[in-house]
């Protein structure tokens, strides 16, 4: 049956395998679906002239060791942003230990970077004359931290010599869940940022903690030193409590600094990423990860993968086009403005702005249709297109209107995700 479409808006790998487990243990909860929307419509208040943070870029990992690299076909599909594409900005490539491996990530990090996006990468150990064996574990040697340095600077003047500007270079991917690669204490990556990451040659990147825990950030953000080294927070979401993600202590002294979350697979890597309204669940972690964690980034584990943004066969899944709904009319350089972030029970909305575009994307996870009058703060007419991806449409265009006096109504189909693009 075709989506009933809303006339009535008016102006007005194997450490995949066991992160699952961990992942199944410590998720974020899956709420309650079923909520009764209230009889009059709810009011949502978008504040166009309180800015947030800046938005960076969506994006996901490409790893050809792990998995085959994408296609030529499949590059477009990521980086492109027409119909039936993603619209990513940001590409996650891995430094391999093995330099004879690191041409692998050529071709589809120059074409990304072609496309607009931002590249970025993460190492999961040195090259192995670098480590040691410590508790039955592996650890950088103390005295080859300025040959790793080393390492990384070689790895950046590769891809430059191929076409590819790193936008920035991890230390160390989640140190703090280092079963099978190589693990740092939070005093290791304060010394290794203080003694050696001033030389390398790209935005440094750290903790990388696998849950985003702050017992690896604290250190950095409170010594001057090693804080003065680093250019990017960053971190993973991987069973990350909702109450966990605010962080004052970065909003106090993390001045200048970016943060981004860099890797996650949300709600589990075993599930078709088609199930629905399971896919929902991705909108929300985005929104959170958004809102709540003020990140400016939000970047998938592998961007193709039958639990990720793209299926196998190269299409777009129901929970890449969660992501797509922020990713393809949220574009880098916008800023996140203060909206009614949960007006109701099972709602989520955030709200973007660029010079004089606004978008709002709308979550809506009930089992009815729920009503929302917006209000745009100081803003008066606009045109207004909206896509719609729910059970039965995957970003399709839903309907244009027109807003007079920054008020308008519109309904929120029963679990689905609606953009809305007002010029």
Do not use: C
Not at 187 to 208: K, Q
Not at 288 to 307: C, E, K, N
């Amino acid at each position: 049956m075709a989506e009933r479409r809303n006339h009535s808006d008016t102006a007005g790998s194997q450490p995949v395998r066991r992160r699952t487990l961990l992942v199944a243990g410590a998720a974020l909860p899956v709420l309650a679906a079923g909520a009764t929307p209230a009889a009059a419509a709810t009011s949502v208040v978008v504040e166009p002239s309180n800015v947030q943070q800046t938005i960076l870029g969506f994006g996901g990992m490409n790893h050809t060791v792990w998995t085959s690299d994408l296609t030529a076909a499949q590059r477009e599909t990521a980086f492109g942003n027409g119909a039936g594409q993603l619209g990513f900005t940001v590409l996650r490539i891995p430094v391999h230990e093995d330099r004879a491996n690191w041409s692998r990530e050529v071709a589809t990090a120059r074409r990304a970077v072609e496309l607009g996006a931002k590249v970025i990468a993460s190492p999961w150990n040195p090259p192995a004359s670098m480590t040691e064996t410590f508790s039955g574990g592996k650890r950088l040697r103390y005295s080859s931290y300025g040959a790793y340095a080393q390492h990384l600077n070689d790895f950046v003047a590769f891809m430059a010599n191929n076409g590819v500007n790193l936008y920035g270079i991890s230390v160390q991917n989640e140190p703090d869940y280092a079963q099978e690669w190589t693990a740092w204490t939070p005093a290791e990556i304060v010394r290794f940022l203080r003694e050696n990451a001033g030389s390398i040659n790209a935005r440094v990147i750290a903790p990388e903690s696998f849950q985003y825990r702050k017992n690896l950030t604290d250190p950095i953000l409170n010594d001057p030193a090693a804080l003065a080294n680093v250019d990017i927070i960053g971190a993973h979401l991987y069973g990350t409590r909702p109450a966990d993600l605010p962080y004052p202590l970065f909003q106090q002294k993390g001045g200048g600094k970016e943060l981004w979350m860099t890797e996650v697979y949300h709600p589990n890597s075993t599930d078709s990423a088609d199930l629905w309204p399971q896919a929902l669940d991705v909108g929300e972690n985005i929104h959170r990860a958004l809102v709540d964690g003020r990140f400016q980034t939000y970047v998938w584990w592998y961007i193709r993968r039958s639990y990720g943004p793209m299926r196998e066969d190269g299409q777009i899944s129901k929970r890449g086009a969660n992501m797509a709904h922020f990713s393809k009319w949220v574009r880098p350089g916008y800023s996140r403005i203060t909206a009614t972030a949960n007006p109701q029970s099972n709602v989520y909305i955030s709200a973007f702005k660029s010079r004089t575009r606004i978008v709002i994307v709308a979550i809506n996870k009930n089992t009815s249709t729920v009503d929302h009058v917006f209000t745009l703060r100081d803003t008066g007419s606009a045109t207004v297109s909206t896509w719609l991806t729910s059970a039965t449409a995957t970003l399709a265009h839903y309907n244009d209107f027109t807003v007079s006096n920054g008020t308008f109504n519109a309904q929120l189909p029963a679990r689905s995700i609606r953009t809305f693009v007002l010029n």
